[in-house]
């Protein structure tokens, strides 16, 4: 069954449907809305009953906190302890935007949506959809991206029906999601500045910003960070990676033929650089290699493009981790289940 949903263009506001979202919220409803990164699933976040059906929807384990939305600055205070100086300065630079910020949390913060752990993660999205929705429901939304746990995260209202089907009470469609990846999480040791995840804010802005921002690897993030499990953004088949270099396409092909040869349904994600010369190998272009933000607004879709074809494998054309293809490559690696 589907859940009610709402289509709205984000350049053309409709009040009434965002009215009957907010409501949704301010009476404990889960109500799914696009940001700029990807669909969140949305609930109160000061109110525990309405976030444990955010876990319940998406079968995630209790142990993975949650990021809360914020309209404005002001409610960045209610949250969290104290906003360092070097926060303020951030904020200035990437708020509104894809940054999510973890800070000590205040006790208005319930339990259920860090884990108990004592600090809790922040963001001020600039998705217009997004931004109304918070304003007018006039709380802090909790909000994961609207995915079945362990799926990639949604880009359009259709993955979040698909995936969550009436557990949802209200989806606004706003179309397609424009970055594609989620936000990047930071947290702060000392005066640098520790990636968690990289996202929608790239390593190279962060450090343009500050030169003392550290980006560390993803093996010690994930000795770091709660809620971080090897398998994560994966479509039903079996994601294996093509490493960058000489020869980068017949590895591919030499790839995908020997996956094809026990009888699976195989298929390429390819850069944009190797469209129609993977012989007779299906595939979906993800974009130009020297284009990452491209790939990274086609990743996620593309990834469930195949599952829905029901493909057993993908062998996905590695990028140069630059911008957001550090992003794009982490999520990939997450998906072939290799960190
Ligand atoms: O772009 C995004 O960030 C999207 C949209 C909807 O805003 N949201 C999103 O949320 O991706 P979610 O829950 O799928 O990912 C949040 C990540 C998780 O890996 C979680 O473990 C981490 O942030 N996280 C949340 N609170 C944390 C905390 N207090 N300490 C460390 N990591 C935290
Ligand atoms: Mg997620």
């Known amino acids: 069954m589907k859940p009610l949903i709402l289509k709205i263009d984000p350049l053309d506001i409709d009040q ?47 142990d993975d906190p949650l990021i809360v939305h914020i309209f404005g600055r002001e409610d960045l205070e209610k949250l969290v302890k104290t906003v360092p100086r070097e926060v303020e300065k951030l904020i200035d630079r990437f708020w509104p935007g894809a940054l999510t910020i973890i800070l000590p949390r205040s006790s208005i913060v319930p339990d259920i949506v860090t884990g108990g752990i004592d600090t809790v993660a922040v963001r001020m999205p600039s998705g217009r959809i997004a931004r109304k929705l918070i304003e007018m429901s006039g709380v802090p939304i909790a909000a994961p991206s609207a995915n079945l746990f362990g799926r990639p995260s949604p880009t359009m209202a259709e993955h979040v029906v698909k995936d969550l089907g009436r557990s949802v009470d209200l989806v606004l469609d706003g179309g397609e999601t424009e970055i594609g990846v989620e936000s990047t999480v930071i947290e702060f040791s000392g005066k640098k500045i520790v990636v968690l995840r990289p996202g929608g804010v ?71 650089e190797n469209e129609d010369r993977l012989e007779d190998i299906p595939y979906k272009v993800l974009g130009s290699a020297k284009d990452p933000k491209a790939c990274a607004s086609r990743l996620f879709r593309a990834l469930r493009e195949f599952d829905s074809e029901s493909f057993d494998v993908i062998i996905a054309e590695a990028i140069p981790e630059e911008g957001l293809g550090l992003a794009v490559m982490n999520r990939l690696r997450k998906a072939a289940g290799s960190s």
């Open 16 to 62: 009434g449907a965002i009215r009957k979202a907010a409501d949704v919220i301010n009476n404990r409803g889960l109500v799914a809305f696009p940001t700029e990164t990807v669909y969140g699933l949305g609930a109160n976040a000061l109110d525990s009953r309405a976030v444990a059906g955010i876990f319940e929807a998406k079968k995630r384990p209790l």
């Open 202 to 272: 790239s390593g190279e802005e962060l450090r343009a910003f500050s030169s003392e921002t550290e980006v560390l690897s993803e093996n010690e993030v994930s000795r770091r960070s709660p809620g971080k499990y090897p398998r994560h953004y994966s479509p039903r088949g079996e994601v294996k990676i093509a490493g960058l270099g000489e020869g980068q396409r017949e590895k591919l092909i030499s790839m995908a033929r020997e996956e094809a040869s026990s009888g699976k349904k195989v298929g390429i994600l390819a850069a944009a």
